[in-house]
């Protein structure tokens, strides 16, 4: 890794905990199945997303994924931009919603076949939306006025490389996207009296913007069900967006750190043969 996305991870943290969240590209949960054998079924729910994988070959599978951001709640004055909490790892003022499906290639290997490589390419899109940062609640206050909202498609491939035993499971996914935004859209007062961060957020869609999003899942329970935990991180890798060579400006649209938990789910023959595996 160069240090320039050393330099860029260390950003990315120090920007979800000093910046206030108004994010209109928050990266899914990482699929990642690592599965072992032909007809494998692997998936798992969490708040805001829910994912499957099945292994059509004993080398190849197919997988899906969708997400939901429920957090932006218009209408609760809990959720305004003037409170103040940061929103650090969650996304509590995004709403909207994405999908996504992939294909890819799996292959177990070593004494006991208890590591796992694979890697899957795919497609998805979305849209998500906030509140401009100059929201504020108050009597007569049309939140739609302060709504800003982008819509974006994304191509993506993504290696992994992990442990699978029937208590615990490892995984490292170095997952690259290309996302293209389009559509945006913002209230008639969002920005009103900020012509620089609207001019901001508009450039957000000039070209399409490629991120490199690691991360980190590990599963433990037994067998079939187990609880599973994801660090994401999400690094531009570009410059484009770096005004004024702020960090406080660096990226401010794009969620840069996730982390998620939930129930993953593993329905496979391996479990039934030796305990060696």
């Not at 998500?128 to 994304?154: Q, W």
């Not at 957020?201 to 490629?210: I, M, N, S, T, W």
Request: net charge positive.
């Amino acid at each position: 890794m160069k240090p320039s996305l050393y330099t860029a991870l260390v950003c990315a943290v120090i920007i979800t905990l000093s910046a206030c969240s108004k994010r209109i590209y928050v990266p899914n949960m990482v699929n990642a199945p690592v599965l072992k054998e032909k007809y494998e079924f692997k998936g798992s729910i969490t708040p805001t997303n829910l994912q499957g994988a099945f292994a059509v070959t004993d080398n190849i599978g197919i997988m899906a994924s969708g997400q939901y951001l429920y957090g932006f709640n218009a209408a609760d004055p809990a959720n305004s931009n003037d409170r103040s909490d940061n929103g650090n790892l969650f996304d509590n003022t995004t709403r909207g919603s994405m999908i996504e499906g992939g294909a890819g290639y799996f292959k177990p290997f070593g004494p006991s076949k208890k590591m796992v490589f694979d890697v899957y390419a795919g497609y998805g899109g979305g849209s998500f939306k906030t509140l401009a940062p100059d929201y504020k609640t108050g009597a007569g206050v049309d939140v739609n006025d302060y709504t800003i909202r982008n819509h974006f498609s994304k191509v993506f491939i993504q290696p992994s490389i992990g442990y699978v035993h029937r208590v615990v499971e490892t995984v490292f996914t170095s997952r690259f996207t290309i996302a293209n935004f389009y559509n945006s859209s913002m209230g008639t007062k969002a920005f009103e009296n900020n012509p620089d961060e609207k001019n901001k957020f508009l450039r957000v869609a000039d070209k399409p913007v490629g991120f490199y999003e690691p991360a980190f899942t590990v599963r433990v329970g037994y067998k079939y069900v187990k609880f599973q935990a994801q660090l994401q991180f999400s690094v531009p890798l570009n410059d484009n967006y770096d005004y004024n060579n702020s960090v406080n400006n660096v990226n401010s649209y794009f969620q840069p750190v996730a982390f998620n938990m939930g129930v993953a789910v593993n329905l496979a023959q391996w479990y039934n043969q030796a305990r060696s595996r």
